[in-house]
């Protein structure tokens, strides 16, 4: 909402500063968002007149001109307006000065050849209007070398102010300053309106066919009006707040709109055949609208029609054909009630947003409706003249009555205020509100524009923002001495330690959709009916995903078409393999491509390795240690690997039969159908399912030793067969003796010359601490004889001579 510091005056008598005022709004609940003093901003523009204008030597479309700024000898200009000529008045920004619409400082500039000393400027690129066609043209008398800002009297600051939706009243500038005389800034000038004398029936009748769609509806015929530009005043508030002003009746009905929140429409009457009917739009029926667009209706819209069909959208936007123009004599003034779903549902339906959207489908004043009507009649009449009918009122031009039985110790029990009857009286009777009673307990009538207001805790809400939230004390909760309990849910901790642990990695967070094309679902094990979407937004995002990965494949394919071939990104986000809550889980997942490898990213002289499977796999190890998985218990497997994997390079994480996730290069069939390059390695770990950690510590007591004994190291290679798992030797070797080995890694793998093509060569660094004594050879051999009899056991391995 946007208004100007005079605009607010018309409707509040007030003393006060403008800083004062925007911090009082944002106090009671209407932020200011921005003050934009365009005085301030053009201050460096000045008056100008061209002296004469030539055509440039070097362009067909451009001229050279000599140009009088007021400030000694002319300077030169190059120029492309086709209205640059000699004797012109208009707008000059010399070197230096900043143009606001083009955010850019003007400098000396050479065009075509010729030196350009400044700019004459355009109300576009003073961002003053939408008018680019041509530079300013100024009044003959207008004074040269005058600041034109302060010339034209654009010293009127321009507040903006974020409505929350709640506060559809003051969508309205006279709302706005209701508020404020409330919070003491000043006096509401709430004059009332006296109702128009008509001087003949209105001869058009309205038919409403359905009350639930249209409440109310209010008519008027004023005839021989004369339409043309607004007054000067106007045109100036209206482009103050960024809307183009069109003509007197179009005005208007703009100017109402932001000044008492009531949207109105102006139909031709000669342009209307018969009488109007408010109905639901038949299928396929179609109106081009003001904004030149024709738009396919069907029956869920309202809309306002006569015998010729469709002539308005019903509170969002009229008809082209029955719009007023320079020719218009004879008009129709609607005012009317609409249901706020429908205009809701039909603006979102039609991808309509207007004002007079915005307005209807928060709620408006259901008795302005006809004082709306009144006040509209008597600007067409003072702007235009013209002879009024009598008005037409069908259905309700009055709203519910509300009134709440409010005890007075409400405020003190809910905000901590202690708020006097005389001072919640004041502060209600100043927003519109009749209080009527001595207390305990009064009864409050709620004003026809406050259709938020509906309970109690609505009225302590209005008595807390005008007395002032920096009222209220500052309380500390009752805490107690019990422990504090967790905040975060084990999900919520796994989500945030997977995030961290991956970005310590070196991989790039992404954020991707939650959906993606039918063809890619499919791919990772999706495109169930059950997960299409009813109404995507695009066709290739069709489906709720059952991977991550597809999305950051797209990621990825799109950052190497711009040249940044050698990525790392990773996402933690929902997945979904059903429309069940069970089937809803979060995993954690990531790619590399390139030379996106864990020991960095891109080419060096000092080597760069492709990113590879043990890469993919380090990552999603890195994600379980984070999420606290149980490291010693993981297993890699193989068999029954999905089918965007790659069969020969990849692998599936588990512990016993509960597969935690999938890491590996990327199978060709899935990047040729996703269209990406590759080679790409990717993993992803589903969170859900890691085990929770033990609520209950057991028995046995963590204890840190430090042993005064020198470890021992043996190395040891098996030849093996080629499917063996080195994983699985590992853990072979680390269950002879948990407590003396304390670490088993491997070190070497050979296949090759003098080991059996089905055969490899593994071979392990076990490393023990002893902790009593230094350990004899004989003991060593021992233990060194006991971890060949266990690998030999569990994997057929052979010691290698």
């Known amino acids: 909402m946007k208004l100007t510091l005079s605009w607010l005056k018309d409707h509040l008598d007030t003393v006060e500063p403008l800083e004062k005022l925007a911090d009082k709004l944002t106090m009671i609940g209407l932020e200011v968002e921005d003050i934009v003093d365009k005085a301030a901003l053009l201050k460096p523009f000045v008056i100008a007149k061209v002296l004469t204008a030539g055509k440039h030597p070097n362009a067909d479309k451009l001229q050279v001109c000599s140009v009088d700024t007021g400030a000694g000898e002319p300077v030169q200009v190059v120029c492309g307006a086709p209205n640059a000529r000699a004797g012109l008045v208009t707008v000059f920004a010399a070197p230096g000065t900043y143009i606001p619409a083009k955010d850019f400082t003007i400098g000396v500039g050479n065009i075509r050849g010729v030196e350009s000393r400044g700019m004459l400027c355009s109300a576009a690129e003073l961002a003053i209007s939408e008018d680019h066609d041509g530079i300013i043209e100024l009044p003959a008398d207008a004074p040269v070398g005058a600041a034109y800002a302060e010339w034209a009297e654009l010293g009127d600051p321009v507040l903006d102010i974020n409505l929350t939706p709640n506060r559809q009243d003051c969508a309205g500038v006279h709302g706005i300053a209701r508020d404020l005389a409330a919070a003491d800034m000043g006096r509401l000038k709430d004059q009332p309106l006296k109702p128009i004398k008509g001087e003949f029936p209105c001869p058009v009748k309205v038919t ?16 021989g009006v004369k339409n043309g530009p607004s007054p000067e005043w106007l045109q100036k508030r209206l482009t103050a707040i960024g809307l183009r002003p069109i003509n007197a009746l179009v005005d208007i009905t703009n100017y109402l709109t932001f000044d008492r929140s009531r949207p109105l429409h102006v139909f031709d009457a000669a342009k209307v055949k018969g009488n109007l009917v408010v109905r639901r739009a038949k299928d396929g029926e179609t109106l081009l609208a003001l904004d030149g667009r024709t738009y396919t209706l069907d029956p869920s819209v309202c809309v306002i029609a006569d015998d010729h069909g469709v002539e308005s959208l019903a509170g969002i936007m009229g008809g082209e054909l029955s719009g007023c123009s320079a020719d218009t004599t004879d008009v129709l003034i609607e005012s009317a009630l609409w249901n706020e779903i429908n205009i809701a549902q039909s603006g979102r339906k039609l991808a309509i947003n207007t004002d007079a959207r915005y307005r209807f489908e928060r709620g408006v004043d259901p008795a302005f409706m006809v004082p709306g009507l009144e006040l509209a009649t008597k600007l067409v009449m003072e702007f235009c003249g013209g002879t009024p009918s009598e ?29 006097s009857l005389t001072e919640a009286r004041r502060i209600l009777t100043h927003l519109g509100f009749i209080v009527a009673g001595q207390g305990p307990v009064v009864k409050v009538a709620v004003p026809s524009w406050r259709s938020d207001v509906h309970g109690k805790a609505d009225i302590v809400e209005e008595i807390v923002r005008i007395v002032g939230v920096d009222q209220v004390p500052m309380v500390p909760f009752e805490r107690g001495d019990k422990p504090r309990k967790p905040v975060l849910t084990p999900i919520q901790n796994r989500t945030r330690r997977a995030k961290r642990g991956l970005a310590a990695r070196g991989l790039t967070e992404a954020v991707t959709w939650s959906f993606i094309g039918k063809d890619a679902a499919e791919l990772f094990g999706g495109g169930q009916a059950e997960l299409a979407l009813a109404n995507p937004i695009a066709s290739d995002l069709s489906d709720m995903r059952p991977s991550l990965l597809p999305g950051l494949i797209a990621a990825a394919q799109a950052n190497a078409d711009r040249s940044y071939p050698d990525l790392a990104l990773f996402e933690v986000g929902q997945v979904f393999k059903g429309d069940k809550p069970q089937d809803q889980m979060m995993a954690a997942s990531g790619v590399r491509r390139g030379v996106a490898s864990s020991a960095g990213l891109g080419r060096h002289w000092s080597g760069s390795a492709p990113a590879s499977a043990l890469d993919a796999k380090a990552d999603a190890f890195a994600v379980l240690a984070a999420a606290g998985a149980p490291m010693q218990g993981l297993q890699v497997a193989t068999n029954k690997l999905p089918g965007w994997l790659h069969p020969g390079r990849s692998g599936a994480i588990q512990i016993g039969p509960n597969v935690l996730g999938y890491f590996g290069e990327l199978h060709p069939r899935v990047l040729e159908a996703l269209k990406a390059d590759g080679p790409v390695v990717a993993f992803e770990v589903i969170l859900d399912k890691i085990p929770d950690a033990k609520q209950k510590p057991t028995r046995a007591k963590p204890q840190i030793e430090l042993s005064a004994f020198h470890p021992v190291s043996r190395d040891f290679a098996f030849i093996v067969d080629r499917k063996v798992a080195a994983a699985d030797l590992v853990r072979a070797a680390q269950s002879v003796d948990k407590k003396l080995i304390t670490s088993v890694g491997v070190f070497d793998v050979y296949e090759g010359k003098g080991i059996d093509p089905d055969k490899k060569s593994i071979a392990i660094a076990v490393t023990l601490q002893p902790r009593e004594k230094t350990m004899t050879d004989a003991e060593i051999d021992a233990v060194g004889a006991k971890i060949v009899a266990e690998v030999t056991k569990k994997t057929g391995g052979v010691l290698r001579g």
């Open 391 to 419: 008005a037409i009122v069908v259905g309700r031009s009055f709203g519910d009555d509300r009134v709440i039985d409010f005890p007075l110790s409400e405020t003190k029990r809910l905000a901590g205020i202690d708020v």
């Open 208 to 223: 409403v066919e359905d009350e639930a769609l249209c409440p109310g509806f209010a008519l008027r015929l004023v005839r």
